[in-house]
């Protein structure tokens, strides 16, 4: 699901701040899951794909 919101990304200059949450939703429903179940998920996956970016960002910065 996360993987199919990569064109929902919140940037800043240098950094991914989230994903449009009420996209994903959106999304997740049309595919026939659960919204409660995205409403619970979807915040801490956001913030794992968050951090990890974040993370590859900065190692791609490296010289």
Sequence with gaps: MLIR???QLRLAPGAVIGIDLA????LGEALGYDAH???ELLPAGEAGLVKALNERIRSDDLP
Excluded: M, S, Y
């Design 37 to 39: 179940a995205l409403a």
């Design 23 to 26: 996209a994903a939703l959106r």
């Design 5 to 7: 919101c990569t064109g």
